[in-house]
């Protein structure tokens, strides 16, 4: 079974950038809808942004303009580019298919000081 494992995340100021990683250990290339999710302390994990069919991306409203979501499915690995980053963004952050039927990652941490 493919198994995700998150990494690129950590502490940055406000306005700094972090591009995170989601490496799977087997093909994703026919998981045709994978996504980043995100938890914050004491809150429910949330929906993050989402690719599917290449080239259709969805973002939460609060990450639009600053968040870009990709893939490289040659290398098995979604990617989140966040810029801008702000103090609300410090989340332990996660990818998956959707639905989420993959087993869940470890994630990686970001945190965003102001």
């Known amino acids: 079974q493919v198994q995700l494992v998150e990494s690129g995340g950590g502490l940055v100021q406000a306005g700094g950038s972090l591009r995170l990683s989601c490496a799977a250990s087997g093909s994703i290339f026919s998981i045709n809808h994978m996504a980043w999710y995100r938890q914050a302390p004491g809150k429910q994990r949330e929906w993050v942004a989402s690719?599917?069919?290449?080239?259709?991306?969805n973002y939460l409203d609060s990450v639009k303009g600053r968040f870009t979501i990709s893939r490289d499915n040659a290398k098995n690995t979604v990617y989140l580019q966040m810029n801008n980053l702000k103090p609300e963004d410090t989340a332990v952050y996660y990818c998956n298919a959707v639905p989420n039927w993959l087993p869940w990652g470890q994630g990686t941490q970001v945190t965003v000081s102001s």
């Open positions: 690719i599917r069919s290449g080239t259709i991306t």
